[in-house]
């Protein structure tokens, strides 16, 4: 059983910089995208940033020159970086790595952003 998990989360002060992680237990092939999502109390879970096969790569409007969104294919691995923080940025990151069979998506890392 493959099981994806998130690493890199924690507590902030807004204008401050976190690195999530995310990984793979095992190989996970005919990756098609991986992406980052998060989830605020009350909310809809949102796509926050999506790396396709190729290195393009798709953000939201709302974290647009303030997050990047990296990975290996081959390894199963996605990578955020998030600088200039803001309270509003403060939610539930998933991790969900996307192949042609299913979905396969993490627990979850939590971040606070908040001073």
């Known amino acids: 059983q493959v099981q994806v998990v998130e690493s890199g989360g924690g507590l902030v002060q807004p204008g401050g910089s976190l690195r999530l992680s995310c990984a793979a237990s095992k190989s996970i092939f005919s990756i098609n995208t991986m992406g980052w999502y998060r989830q605020a109390p009350g909310k809809q879970r949102e796509l926050v940033a999506t790396?396709?096969?190729?290195?393009?790569?798709s953000y939201a409007d709302s974290v647009k020159g303030r997050f990047t969104i990296s990975g290996d294919y081959a390894r199963a691995t996605v990578y955020l970086q998030m600088r200039s923080l803001k309270p509003e940025d403060t939610a539930e990151y998933y991790c969900?790595?996307?192949?042609?069979?299913?979905?396969?998506w993490g627990q979850g890392t939590q971040v606070t952003v908040s001073s």
């Open positions: 790396i396709y096969s190729g290195g393009i790569t």
């Open positions: 969900k790595v996307q192949n042609r069979e299913r979905a396969y």
